[in-house]
Structure formats: structure tokens, C-alpha cells
């Protein structure tokens, strides 16, 4: 009887070792009474053991392992290397970017700080008042006071607003000039101060 | 991060390697030999196992190393297909690969020529059925195993291994014909 395409394909299986065991059965059933199929099998197991042959013909030899094995670890390291050069230059370059970016922060908003409010008392002839009204914007934002503290007399810090910087600064040289001379080193009354600015 | 994970962190990369190591030495013959069957003479075997271990080790902690086998054979195979899909690939002298292996010319010149023929026919195969039929017959993987590490399906595999043998049959029919 001649043999079919499904017939080979399930040779295959077996010789493969892939046939389920009650396939296994029928195919030994029919391979004792089907020489046709006997014979294809054993054809096949010849192929099978040439090409086995072939498959270990191919198997490198020693030197060829040992090249091949060199190569990779000699890879690995190179990768190694790199993996901590870039890491590095993460670094490096992360760092580079966090100083910048508080130097820009910084630079941006030097002003914003340079007469930070302070509501402590100072000499009203010290540099550091004169600056910190000279350093004021003239224009602050809109919706914005300026707070001048001023000392009734009794210690208590009286807040007068004002809405730009020229009406506070004639207010403070008006307030200065009854007082003049004012007695060295003694403390000013007044303290600029600012609101939400 | 505390030292204690540091540390551990470190002694994991360490041991990640010394598995990688240990699994390159434990396979690349046998690695060889499939990319060898799968690329034949048209690119080197040794380039291709190289890299595709270089690919492992580029993502070597995504990986389980203690049982790296499989693994292995599927990024292999996929590199040697890969290399193989390229266009303009040169054709690599016959090295004498077989210089050095114990062999007796008197005695094995008829087996060795019936290889060399064999081996020029596996060759023509397309390369799917190639690389079926390496991983069946000499990896000894199941069908399941291959259709895996050939990113395709069982029935897919067992029609490559099937018309690749009957493929080689042919190509062969006209040597074993010969007087």
C-alpha cells in the first residue's frame, strides 16, 4: 500500500519522539502488517543518522570555544566600562544642571529678596535702611501696599500703608525731619516693610 | 538607599555576572555548532553567538541565569535568522572548521564526503526549516520548545520539520542515485 503524506508526517512525530503513546500503539499495530511503512521508517531512521553526523560535524572545535569565550568577556568588560562612563557622565551632568539651575533660581530672584521684609528696628541712618528703601521698586505690582512701621513712642509699631514707593519715601523724610538731628546711634522708629511683595 | 542595599544590590550584579559567565562557558559549543547549522557559511557563527550573548548581557538582570539554556538557544537562533535576513550577505569561505578534529581520512573519507554533501544541502534550505530541524535532531527540543524559540506555532514547526525532510530527501536523491 503506498504511503501518504499524513502517514510520513506521522513517522516523523514518532521517530521525533512527539507521537502520543496511543498513536504509538497504532503506528506499531499497522508497521507489522504494512512493509511499505516498515521501510519508510527505517529509511527515515537512516537519514535521521546521517544527519546526526552532520549536526556533530558541525560541533566547533576547542580553539574556536576558547576564541569565542575570549571575545565575549573581552565584550563584557568594554560594556562594563562604558556602563560606569555614562554613569558618571550622568552624574557629572545632573550636578551640572542642579547648580545651574540654583544659580538661575537665585539670579532671578536676587531682587525679590533684597529688602526682605524685616520688622526688627534699625538705625534709621544705617546704609542698610537707606538701601533697603533705595532698592525698592518704584512701581510695585499692582493690588500691592507698601507698610511703613512707624513708633508712636510707646514701642508699639504703628503700620501706615502706602501705595507707591515716592509716597512712602516723602513720608519717611517728612517723618525723619522733625526728628533730625537724631541722636547717634539711636534707633530709628522707622521700618519699611512691604506686603505681599 | 542604605548601605546594607548597596551592598546587596552590588553582591546581585556580581553573582548576575558570574552566571552569565558560567552559562557562556556551559553552552557556547553547543551554541556554535546551532548557529553553525543555521548560517552555514554565510556569516560567522562566531559573530553571531558573540551577539547575541552581548544582547543577554546588555539586559542581563532582566534574565534568570540559573536556568540560561533556553534562553540562550532562542536568542541565538533569532540572531543567526536575523543576520541571516540581511540583505547583501557575503558568503564566507569554507574555513577548514574540520582541521584538528581527530579524524582518520582513509577510513571516514566516504562518511566525511556524504556529509559534505548532506551539509551543502542543509544549506539550501530555506532558513525556518533549517532552523527547525537543528533544534529537533540535535538540540533534541520538543516541538513545543521549538515553536517557541522560533516565535511560531506547533503545527508551524512540525510543517517546517516535515517538508524540510522531505526537501533534503530530494535534494539528496540525485548523490544517493549516483552508480
Known sequence: MALNDNDVELLHAYVDGELPVAECEGIWRRLTIEPDLMAELDRLRADHAVRTMVWTSLEPTD??????????????????????????????????????FGFTVGWLGRERYIVSPNLATVNSSSPIHM?????LPQMPPSGTKIT?????????????????????TRFLHDFRAPQSPAPAGADSPIVPAMDKF | MSMDEKGRQTEAAESTNELFERAVRQHSRRLLAIARAIVGHRASPEDVVQQAFMNLYQHRDRYDWREPGGLMRRTVVNEALRILRQPHMSVLPDEAS????????????????TILHVRRAIDRLPDNFRAALVLCEYEKMSYAQIAEALDASIPQVKTWI???????AELLRAYVDQP
Open chain 1, 63 to 100: 580553539q574556536h570555544v576558547a576564541r569565542l569565550e575570549a571575545g565575549v568577556m573581552r565584550a563584557t568588560r568594554r560594556e562594563d566600562l562604558m556602563d560606569r562612563l555614562h554613569w558618571i557622565t550622568r552624574l557629572v551632568t545632573t550636578v551640572a544642571a542642579l547648580v545651574l
Open chain 2, 98 to 113: 574540520d582541521q584538528g578534529r581527530s579524524q582518520s581520512p582513509s577510513s571516514h573519507m566516504i562518511e566525511s564526503e
Open chain 2, 162 to 168: 516535515h517538508r524540510g525532510r522531505r526537501q533534503l
Open chain 1, 131 to 135: 538701601a533697603a528703601v533705595n532698592g
Open chain 1, 148 to 168: 511703613v512701621l512707624v513708633d508712636d513712642g510707646s514701642g508699639k509699631p504703628i503700620p501706615v500703608q502706602f501705595d507707591t514707593m515716592d509716597e512712602a
